[in-house]
């Protein structure tokens, strides 16, 4: 930025007076706000372009499931059903497992148990 008191003193080889001060104020802000000005016509004067909003993407592959499990029974409702397929009671199963008899009738619920191979 220009110091306008120096600019006029290195000219005139004087110090500006306060009235040489505020006309060379306001004519730099009528210089600025030419500029500004110019710059406002320019950028109107061209056609800004606008986005378009991004459409949605058509699926490639619709889930045939409503639901997202796996279409393979874990290890233990495997050989849980195997256990079932040869008439072994819940509570042998639950023995032989290791695990509650709740766990082997939610396992059965949720596999639909005893299944064919």
């Known amino acids: 930025m220009v110091n306008l ?12 007076t306060e009235e040489e ?3 060379m104020w306001q004519m730099k802000r009528e210089q ?3 500029k500004k000005e110019v710059v406002k016509k320019k950028t109107a004067a061209e056609p800004v372009a606008q986005k378009k909003p991004r459409e949605p993407r058509t699926p ?4 045939e499931y409503a639901y997202k499990w796996p279409k ?5 409702a495997q050989r849980v059903n195997r256990m079932l397929c040869i008439q072994m009671t819940i509570n042998d199963i639950s023995y032989v497992e290791g695990v509650s008899e709740n766990a082997i009738i939610a396992q059965i619920k949720k596999w639909q148990l005893p299944r064919e191979k």
Request: proline share 4%; aromatic share 12%; no cysteine.
């Open 60 to 63: 490639k592959k619709v889930n």
């Open 5 to 16: 008191t120096e600019s006029f003193t290195k000219l005139y080889g004087r110090r500006p």
């Open 32 to 34: 600025e706000n030419w």
């Open 21 to 23: 001060i505020a006309t």
């Open 72 to 76: 393979r029974a874990s290890q233990l």
